[in-house]
Nanobody, 136 residues
């Protein structure tokens, strides 16, 4: 069975840190663009960050820049989202999504936000989500 599984969520105080993991089973992540999405209660799911294949270019939404870091470890078939300086507004269910890189050329940097947006509806795989709660 091919799937991705997130872990690492939890309850943390404002200003704290968490590292989320997205592990793939049944396929290798290195050929996939990987994105982290989040969905807060009553809000639409939003893309937070993306890391491209094969050259691991990254993009973050403005609210995540300087606080979140996305990375991949192909040997472990895992993508991470390191989240620092967490705020209550970061509270959400965080999802990992994967889409196969189908082109020969690398993804230009200015296309990363476009692909992140498209992955909301066009991903090949979605995880079940992990809850992140930031509260005192």
């Amino acid at each position: 069975e091919q799937l991705v599984v997130e872990s690492g969520g939890g309850l943390v105080q404002p200003g704290g840190s968490l590292r989320l993991s997205c592990v793939a089973s049944g396929f290798t992540l290195d050929r996939y663009h990987i994105a982290w999405f989040r969905q807060a209660p009553g809000k639409e799911r939003e893309g937070v960050s993306i890391i491209s294949s094969p050259d691991s270019r990254t993009y973050y939404i403005d609210s995540a820049k300087g606080r979140f870091t996305i990375s991949r470890d192909n040997a472990k078939n895992t993508v991470y989202l390191q989240m620092n300086a967490l705020k209550p507004e970061d509270t959400a269910v965080y999802y990992c999504a994967a889409v196969l890189h189908r082109r020969k050329a690398s993804l230009p940097p200015d296309q990363l936000p476009v692909v992140l947006f498209d992955m909301k509806t066009q991903s090949d795989y979605w995880g079940q989500g992990t809850q992140v709660t930031v509260s005192a």
